[in-house]
């Protein structure tokens, strides 16, 4: 039987490859409303970031989320963030 293939990604903070369900998608719709996207099926520019809060962190201090996205992302966005990695 063939091994099943891993889709991996790339954290837009670190820059390291990681498997996809170690990563949340965030997502600027087309609308420019940012979104986090936790089926990974949403339409719009996506970026990854790992499930860990130094990295969350990171990404609020550095802004890389609004360089990728094209657009300015809410502090609550972050918070939502925070709040599913502790769960």
């Known amino acids: 039987m063939k091994a099943k293939k891993i889709p991996m990604r790339s954290c837009v903070v670190t820059r390291e490859k ?3 369900k170690d990563l949340i998608r965030v997502v600027r719709t087309p609308e420019k409303e940012v979104l ?3 089926n990974g099926k949403m339409n719009g ?3 990854y970031i790992k499930k860990d809060l130094s990295v969350i962190d990171k990404a609020m201090k550095t802004k890389v989320l609004d360089r990728h996205l094209e657009v300015n992302v809410p502090d609550s966005i972050y918070e939502k963030l925070k709040q599913i990695i502790s769960e």
């Open 45 to 47: 520019r996506g970026a």
């Open 18 to 20: 990681c498997a996809k």
């Open 36 to 38: 986090i996207d936790l």
